[in-house]
């Protein structure tokens, strides 16, 4: 389906050159007297490559047909991550390439939409939030607290965020998938 240049989005999938491509990053750029252009990171969905494009605003792209299903995380190999359609119960697998640095944030029987095309999976979309394990962080140290701050913490699936001095090990925190900062804490 057609759409112009001035639609792109983060996280769409494009037709460019006969080959799907991943919005990467989008920046629209209006140079003094010159049109409007939107200067595009795009990934190769086949072989991962990044590369920059730039499209005049008007331009016409083509937005590739897009299926979108919720799957099951099941279980992960060494490169192979299994999921399962909560629908059908038809089980895929991906590619570690696929899953690039979501795999942090992922848990077994975690709910994720896994985008399709002609069938074939070419990316997940995580949940806004996850609820991850400290695995290690420094002890909290009377008076801390009071300037405010954070230490880094590694949290299970081996993600380093800034969490609040109070957090210790083994407490759970709340993390934005987007953007891997903390956003709460949990309990334990």
């Given at each position: 389906?057609?759409i112009?240049?001035?639609?792109?989005?983060?996280?769409?999938?494009?037709?460019?050159?006969?080959?799907?491509?991943?919005v990467?990053?989008?920046?629209?750029?209006?140079?003094?007297?010159?049109?409007?252009?939107a200067?595009?990171?795009?990934?190769?969905?086949?072989?991962?490559a990044?590369?920059?494009?730039r499209?005049?605003?008007?331009e016409?792209v083509?937005?590739?047909?897009v299926?979108?299903?919720t799957?099951?995380?099941?279980?992960?190999?060494?490169?192979?991550?299994?999921?399962?359609?909560?629908?059908?119960?038809d089980?895929?697998?991906m590619?570690?390439?696929?899953?690039?640095?979501?795999?942090?944030?992922?848990?077994?029987?975690?709910e994720?939409v896994?985008?399709?095309?002609?069938?074939?999976?070419?990316?997940?979309?995580?949940?806004?939030?996850?609820e991850?394990?400290?695995?290690?962080?420094s002890?909290?140290?009377?008076?801390?607290?009071?300037?405010?701050g954070?230490?880094?913490?590694?949290?299970?699936g081996?993600?380093?965020?800034?969490?609040?001095?109070?957090?210790?090990?083994g407490?759970?925190?709340r993390?934005?998938?987007?953007?891997?900062?903390?956003?709460?804490?949990v309990?334990?």
């Amino acid at each position: 389906m057609p759409i112009t240049a001035n639609d792109l989005r983060k996280g769409m999938i494009i037709l460019f050159n006969n080959e799907l491509c991943q919005v990467v990053e989008v920046e629209f750029v209006r140079p003094g007297n010159w049109r409007a252009m939107a200067q595009t990171k795009l990934r190769s969905v086949k072989t991962g490559a990044i590369f920059q494009q730039r499209f005049q605003t008007t331009e016409k792209v083509e937005e590739a047909a897009v299926e979108t299903r919720t799957m099951q995380f099941l279980y992960a190999t060494e490169h192979l991550y299994y999921f399962m359609d909560v629908q059908t119960y038809d089980q895929i697998e991906m590619n570690e390439d696929f899953i690039g640095d979501n795999k942090k944030f992922l848990k077994e029987q975690m709910e994720v939409v896994v985008k399709l095309h002609e069938g074939k999976p070419i990316g997940i979309e995580l949940p806004s939030s996850v609820e991850l394990e400290v695995i290690e962080t420094s002890p909290n140290i009377r008076g801390n607290t009071a300037s405010g701050g954070g230490k880094p913490a590694t949290l299970e699936g081996g993600h380093v965020t800034t969490v609040p001095f109070f957090v210790e090990v083994g407490e759970r925190v709340r993390v934005d998938t987007r953007t891997g900062e903390y956003l709460e804490r949990v309990g334990k």
